[in-house]
């Protein structure tokens, strides 16, 4: 059955790569399962249909048959258990990886949400340019912390894995501030998972829509 | 095998049960698995043997074996897949479970966490105080969706799961600022997790340890 995933008909970083369902199209791709795309206006996101697939009127969601997931993290944990290859067939080594994915969300992106937060929804405000170093160094800390346990490793933990989908793409969301480039070996595993022939045809993908919708 | 987790050796809340190591307490209350607890000072917690079992210096951890684990999400999975009752036995309703795991970490909490920072690390600067209700009102656009999706239901997708036990620990860091209770629902939905007999027994072992540290 072809997954169909949602994303967004215009995404305010128009075919960055920053948008979430890159996540989702990324691990589809590493695994070689097909996918539909549903589109979605940000009047649409707000609307009873989509609040009932994602409760925060936010993309991706996943729907499999009557199956509806949302939150890149258990919608790749999903294909990784239907698929080989994302995560590890050792119980222990799996069980770590998980610890990364929810690190990834719930540790590591919290303060790069918070640098966009300062940027976007508080940009005009008179604290902001004042407040904005320390919300860098913020992430600084999480990016050493990160930096020192990867040391010089090609992924997080033992091969390739969901893991790193998920934590190099909240890594991303910093290329733009500069920050990743301090970090020479975070930026290097950064580079190394956007050489993967799926991450490029992920992207090449969700680029796609962004030029559509720029005609 | 008797698996331990880490807490804080003082912990900053005082026992008020917050801290994160309570997540994975109530867990194993739940599936009655006894556990051992190594407390950690905060000198500790940025050591490199702390550091080996947590990469960004925080608490809880699981170690069961040679499995060393981090992540309150993570755990709670790993115990659920080990014990019954704690995710449903049907594998959609698992995922969807899953879903609302991330998102509790993902979703929910950031917003929650950028009122702590807020308050603490930017507590003395000049913009707080002013900065605040948009901080709040953040946080409100997320609790009105979840109370909107949650309505008068006991638990977020069916039966109570592991699902419940992260999301409602993330809405009682919101105690102290008042802003749960502007929400009916979700103040009635935690009021009836804290009365589960684990919720209990598991706020009563982390109070005892502050307790303990205040002598």
Redesign the interface.
């Known amino acids: 059955m072809t997954p169909t995933i949602t994303a967004f008909a215009n995404s305010p970083d128009r075919g960055a790569g920053l948008s979430r369902d890159m996540r989702v199209r990324w691990a589809l791709e590493e695994v070689g399962q097909p996918y539909d795309v549903r589109l979605v206006s940000f009047r649409q996101m707000k609307e009873p249909a989509h609040?009932a697939r994602q409760?925060?009127?936010?993309i991706p969601t996943y729907e499999e048959g009557?199956?509806?997931?949302?939150?890149?993290?258990?919608?790749i944990?999903?294909i990784a258990e239907r698929h080989p290859h994302l995560l590890p067939d050792d119980p222990?080594a799996r069980?770590?990886a998980?610890?990364?994915?929810?690190?990834a969300?719930?540790?590591v992106?919290?303060p790069i949400?918070?640098l966009q937060?300062a940027r976007f929804?508080?940009g005009q405000?008179?604290?902001t340019e004042?407040?904005l170093p320390?919300v860098k160094d913020?992430i600084r800390v999480?990016l050493g912390?990160?930096a020192?346990?990867l040391g010089d490793s090609d992924w997080l933990d033992g091969a390739f894995s969901a893991a790193d989908i998920m934590m190099v793409h909240v890594l991303l969301r910093l290329k733009p501030s500069g920050l990743l480039d301090e970090f020479a070996n975070l930026a290097a595993y950064c580079a190394r998972a956007q050489a993967r022939s799926a991450y490029q045809r992920a992207f090449a993908a969700q680029l796609a829509v962004a030029q559509a919708a720029a005609r």
Do not use: N
């Open positions: 609040l409760p925060f009127g936010q009557d199956l509806v997931l949302f939150e890149t993290g258990a919608i944990l999903h222990d069980a770590r998980i610890s990364w994915m929810f690190a969300v719930g540790t992106e919290p949400l918070e937060t929804a508080e405000e008179s604290w004042q407040r320390q913020r999480r912390q990160l020192l346990r």
